[in-house]
């Protein structure tokens, strides 16, 4: 080594490490300042939430991130509007686009995957005490910004200057118990940070200034913008507590994860429509697409729709309700094949069909009413997409319990051409087509905007409805959900999921908690069905679902029963009336639910006549209305009152019923099956109408 070159290197070293902490001290001055930015910008959205405190918000600030050890959560929020995680960002230049977010030049929107997992694992955690799915809200703050709304996935962004109102706007979906049950939870979760150790031990601490405010607050709100906010959030339409507060089983059930077609089902008021709403917001939330929710019943898909927009706004627009038939008939529409679904025509139809083919032969020996035949081509030739007889000859009959043997068949087969035939000729359809039309298309042409698929009142669907929904999605996991209770099927016929093609294979869940009604209204209405059998979708012949607890218990259900109409009317008004006046009780939470439309019509004269405001379930939309709800069992499904009318029964109908029915010696001697399929489903019906009472029932017997 020459003279001086062992210097010169060590003078190079030198100099490179001098560089090195150049880059360090550097890296650590910007790293301060966006420590010390972040500082301001938290203290500062803090203080701008702070006034929620007086709403009933609880604060954890700077809370340990879950499952890491250095990781910070900057804000957790508890109130009544829910739980929500906040992130403050020191962020300029800010653009969100096509659901991107671009800092300066720089895409960041995979940052926000990490807040909407740690929401996700937090509305498990949180699911154990009963805080349904939606309720944790993940929110990125932009400090110093206002008019700032928008979301990346289930992340919410909005500027410093809006956060207050959005919080606020929430409104009471939590009492104030609630709140504290999800603030013991969540402080489990979210530990208390621990102090951070300093870098180096041997250099003294630093003396460091209170940073100062950068954010000008004339760009956030005023304190009369302040008070607004506050009081829209207080006065926000509160949603029913059981929309957002669950029992932890059934929080849990909401985010199952399932591995292909499950069911859900349970007797009445076990919580399974609501069960199906949670579910429909979950899996919106958790997937792309949209999900489908439908049903038999042509009302229900409104409330059902009005509730989602209540319970779970920001995925409203991601969950469509529709009525099985209507869905049909927008396929079909789109596609341009036209369907004539003339009712009235169709009838007409059949009935030249039955007076020429049946009413004079082999059929009318069994059965003299046609409208028992008409039930057969609709519900289990039509209703199960029969093409050929020797389908039909070889068919179970779900839900019949008539036999027929095969001539028998040839008859109804023959009926069944007759009445084709009329239809072809008349240019017309019946609904039964819509449906077999619309699911021959979707098998030529398949949809592919639905993740999934929720049916509810599955029971009341035909085979052919329910193969082309499943067509929809098919057996994709957590895709096709059913929810029902076949004890509450109130239509003729039925079918089997092995028909279909669908397997549970274990997916199948049974509620057994009557979240719901009285025990009293519970015994009341069970010995309705005490003893019947019924066929269920999954193919077994079983009994009602048991409930195993029932924990509310209130007032005895109360039949009246009268001599005349007049005063089968007059005690009716006068128990609307007492009800009415009772403390947290009004005419809209009063449903009134006949067997007929004829029963309706005539009940809804005799309110008005009273002065008693009502509206027609028909038109009902699942919007707080004060007038006593009318209308038939059939339009009352999925839906529940505090109190309950069942009015104009026949003494037969009521008290023939509650004795349950005869051993099966008597009941062949007396009854046939026909009549005896008829007085089953007559049974149902009326269990059905008494479990939508919440809170009282009563029962009005002429005769």
């Known amino acids: 080594m020459s003279a001086g070159s062992s210097a010169g290197q060590e003078s190079l070293r030198q100099f490179a490490l001098a560089a090195q902490h150049e880059r360090a001290a550097r890296d650590a001055r910007e790293a301060a300042g966006r420590y010390r930015a972040a500082s301001v910008s938290e203290k500062q959205v803090a203080r701008v939430l702070a006034p929620l405190s007086a709403a009933g918000y609880h604060f954890l600030p700077d809370r ?22 906040v992130d403050t960002k020191w962020w300029k230049d800010v653009v969100i686009a096509a659901g991107r977010v671009f800092r300066d030049q720089d895409d960041v929107t995979d940052e926000f995957d990490n807040l909407a997992d740690l929401a996700f694992g937090t509305e498990g955690a949180l699911g154990a005490v009963g805080l349904a799915p939606g309720e944790v809200r993940p929110i990125v703050v932009l400090a110093g910004r206002k008019g700032v709304k928008a979301s990346i996935g289930t992340v919410d962004i909005v500027g410093e200057g809006d956060v207050l109102r959005h919080i606020a706007s929430r409104g009471s979906r939590l009492t104030a118990v609630q709140v504290d049950t999800v603030l013991r939870a969540a402080l489990s979760h979210f530990p208390v940070l621990g102090a951070a150790q300093p870098v180096n031990t041997m250099l003294p601490e630093p003396v460091i ?62 919580g399974k429509t609501v069960i199906g709403l949670h579910r429909a917001a979950y ?105 050929s007889f020797e389908d039909y000859a070889n068919s179970a009959r779900i839900g019949r319990r008539r036999r027929l043997s095969i001539d028998q068949r040839r008859d109804v087969w023959a009926l069944y051409r007759s009445y084709e035939d009329r239809l ?33 009142e599955a029971q009341d669907l035909s085979c052919a409805m329910v193969g082309m929904l499943h067509s929809l999605v098919g057996d994709g996991a957590d895709g096709f959900t059913l929810i029902g209770d076949g004890q509450q099927s109130i239509y003729p016929g039925g079918y089997t999921l092995a028909e279909v093609g669908i397997s549970l294979a274990g997916r199948g869940v049974v509620m057994d908690t009557n979240y719901r009604n009285t025990a009293e209204v519970v015994a009341f209405a069970n010995a309705m069905i005490a003893g019947d059998q019924f066929t269920d979708i999954e193919g077994t012949d079983q009994r009602a679902d048991a409930t195993k607890l029932v924990p509310r218990h209130g007032s005895a259900p109360v039949v009246v029963t009268c001599e005349t109409v007049a005063d089968h009317d007059f005690a009716m008004v006068n128990r609307i009336r007492a009800v009415a006046s009772e403390v947290g009780t009004s005419f809209g939470d009063i449903g009134i639910l006949g067997l007929t439309n004829a029963t309706v019509d005539l009940v809804e004269r005799a309110c008005r006549a009273a002065g008693i405001p009502t509206v027609d ?65 007559d049974r149902r019906e009326l269990y059905v109408a008494m479990t939508r009472a919440r809170d009282g029932l009563w029962v009005g017997v002429i005769g």
Do not use: C
């Open 64 to 85: 340990q991130w879950p499952g890491s050890r250095t990781a910070q959560v900057d804000l957790v929020m508890v109130g009544p509007g829910g739980v929500f995680i």
């Open 209 to 270: 200034e209170a940073p100062s405010a950068t954010i000008d607050e004339s760009d956030l709100l005023s304190t009369d913008e302040v008070n607004s906010a506050l009081l829209g959030g207080m006065l926000a339409a509160p949603v029913e507590e059981w929309m957002t507060f669950l029992h932890p089983d059934q929080s849990k059930l909401i985010r199952r994860n399932f591995n292909g077609p499950s069911r859900i089902r349970g007797a009445a008021g076990t």
């Open 283 to 387: 899996l919106a939330r958790s997937r792309p697409g949209k999900v489908l929710v439908t049903t038999y019943v042509r009302t229900l898909p409104t409330v059902l729709s009005s509730l989602m927009e209540r319970m779970a706004p920001e995925v409203s627009d991601k969950v469509e309700f529709v009525s099985v038939h209507r869905f049909a008939h927008r396929v079909l529409s789109e596609r341009g094949i036209r369907v004539n679904t003339n009712p009235t025509q169709a009838n007409s139809a059949f009935k030249s069909a039955w007076f020429e083919v049946g009413a004079k032969g082999p059929l009318a020996a069994i059965e003299a009413k046609d409208r028992y035949w008409k039930e057969e081509i609709d519900h289990v030739i039509k209703g199960r997409g029969m093409t």
């Open 424 to 456: 072809r000729k008349a240019g017309i359809n019946d609904f039964a087509d819509q449906i077999l039309l619309a699911a021959q298309s979707l098998r030529n042409d398949p949809l592919t905007e639905y993740s999934a698929v929720i049916v509810d």
């Open 617 to 681: 379930l028909e038109k009902y939309d699942g919007r707080t209305i004060d007038a006593v709800k009318i209308g038939t069992v059939k339009r009352a499904k999925g839906l529940e009152f505090k109190q309950v009318l069942v009015p104009r029964l026949r003494t037969s109908q009521l008290y023939s019923n509650v004795r349950g029915p005869q051993p099966a010696e008597a009941a062949a001697i007396a009854i046939n099956d026909i009549v005896r399929e008829r007085d089953e489903r």
